[in-house]
């Protein structure tokens, strides 16, 4: 079954710890990306990479960091410098790069305390 | 600056037809994308238009208009299940995604 993963469903963590949010996709896609959604906005891209070991920072970047040593994995770190961490994440990935569709795993509800 | 504007929320009967809007201003365009999703979950590719006219896909139909700026979801024979925000999406000339806050849509009995 291919698909994207992303672990865990829920995360809660205290205020000034650094969480990494997993994504593995099984679709032989080339391109990943890592969007925040916040209630009443449309989401918002953190971070995509496009080619393994290459990724380019999204239109809210600041606060986190990622790493793609591996086609199928793109994890997230949300740092303790991202002032308003809790949010819905959404993990997507496409065929190619911005010119195809892109699919989406089923989301981290991280809940900073 | 980039915009995607679609209503917040709309009602519809079971059995009815809906239409969701969505206008945009944006810089160039790729193609438009309409993405549904149940609250608490991923969003779900429904349908893609980029050249004018209308897509349809069963209950689903897509119309896209290039000069005016405007997209369309219809759905048809509107179920319990279809209940779920409804989110667009403009391609811009980057190939970036451009998206809408979503259109919840509640359907009544």
């Known amino acids: 079954d291919g698909g994207i993963t992303q672990s865990p469903k829920y995360l809660f963590r205290k205020e000034g710890q650094n969480v990494t949010l997993s994504c593995e996709q099984n679709l032989n896609h080339d391109a990943m990306y890592w969007y925040r959604q916040d209630p009443g906005q449309g989401l918002r891209l953190i971070y995509y990479?496009?080619?393994?070991?290459?990724?380019q920072k999204g239109d809210i970047a600041e606060g986190y960091s990622v790493s793609r040593e591996k086609k199928e994995s793109f994890p997230l770190t949300v740092t303790s410098a991202q002032k308003n961490p809790t949010a819905f994440y959404l993990c997507?990935?496409?065929?190619?790069?911005?010119?195809?569709?892109?699919?989406f795993g089923p989301g981290t509800r991280l809940t900073v305390l | 600056g980039q915009n995607i504007d679609q209503p917040t929320e709309m009602t519809a009967t079971e059995g009815a037809i809906v239409q969701i809007n969505c206008t945009y201003q944006t810089s160039g365009f790729n193609g438009l994308f309409w993405y549904q999703q149940h609250a608490g979950e991923a969003p779900t590719f429904l349908s893609y238009n980029v050249l004018d006219g209308l897509e349809e896909k069963g209950r689903f139909s897509s119309f896209l208009s290039r000069s005016k700026g405007y997209s369309y979801l219809l759905l048809k024979e509107l179920q319990m299940k279809d209940s779920a925000s409804y989110l667009c999406?403009?391609?811009?000339?980057?190939?970036?995604?451009?998206w809408g806050a979503g259109t919840k849509l509640i359907i009544k009995p």
């Open positions: 990479s496009q080619i393994v070991n290459d990724f």
């Open positions: 999406a403009v391609r811009d000339k980057d190939y970036q995604l451009i």
């Open positions: 997507a990935s496409s065929m190619l790069g911005g010119a195809d569709t892109q699919y």
